[in-house]
């Protein structure tokens, strides 16, 4: 073998304290590193933090419109207190009033009863549909067509057929009714003259 045909290589090693030192630098390299896991756990944890900070963002904003619909509420009761203190107040007056005007009522009627008694009148009330004037009642009806069916028409609702005694009453009948009426007038052939139903002469006085 020629001298120009040997190959000199070189080989490197590395002594167990080189090895040794390199691993322990790489191991301390992927400490320091955070692992994939642990990534994970920070973006929830840092979610979770976002979504709390919203929440309590959110509450406390509802909390405040809560508290001023609270507060405009307490004011709608509070008026509502003092309108019903108002009316309770005035509607005890109102009471108050109507029982001193009941009690004047009442003492007016007595009075004006010992007036009517004292002058020996009766308090005259007509029936429904009747006309009143002074102590008499008055009905006009129409539709009967003969003296004696008006007649017994009249003494069936305890009346009787129309009997003028003063020009007044005269001067009273005359507007009620535009067409012809009868009255308690019948002749007497025997006497010969007219006479009321109660047996009373007519007068021309009237």
């Known amino acids: 073998m020629s001298e120009q045909e040997v190959t000199y290589s070189e080989l490197t090693f590395h002594t167990p304290t080189q090895q ?3 691993q322990r630098a790489e191991i301390t390299r992927n400490k320091d590193s955070p692992s994939p896991l642990w990534r994970l756990f920070a973006v929830i944890f840092g979610i979770l933090c976002l ?3 919203v929440t309590s963002g959110f509450l406390g904003a509802l909390g405040n419109r809560w508290q001023q619909n609270f507060s405009q509420q307490q004011g ?3 008026n509502l207190t003092c309108q019903q203190i108002i009316l309770e107040n005035q509607t005890r007056e109102l009471e108050e009033i109507l029982k001193n005007l009941t009690w004047e009522r009442d003492h ?7 007036f009517l008694q004292s002058k020996g009148d009766k308090c005259i009330i007509c029936p429904k549909n009747w006309i009143q004037h002074g102590k008499d009642c008055y009905e006009v009806s129409s539709g009967i067509k003969s ?8 003494s069936s609702l305890g009346s009787r057929l129309l009997k003028i005694d ?3 009453e005269l001067d009273f009948i005359k507007p009620l009714t535009s067409f012809p009426y009868w009255m308690g007038l019948l002749y007497n052939k025997t006497k010969g003259y007219w006479q009321w139903e109660d047996g009373t002469a007519l007068t021309t006085d009237v």
């Open 20 to 22: 040794q030192s390199r």
């Open 51 to 53: 979504a709390l900070l």
């Open 147 to 154: 003296w004696s069916v008006c007649k017994e028409y009249c």
């Open 76 to 78: 709608i009761l509070e």
């Open 166 to 168: 003063s020009k007044e």
């Open 108 to 114: 007016l009627q007595t009075q004006n009863i010992n």
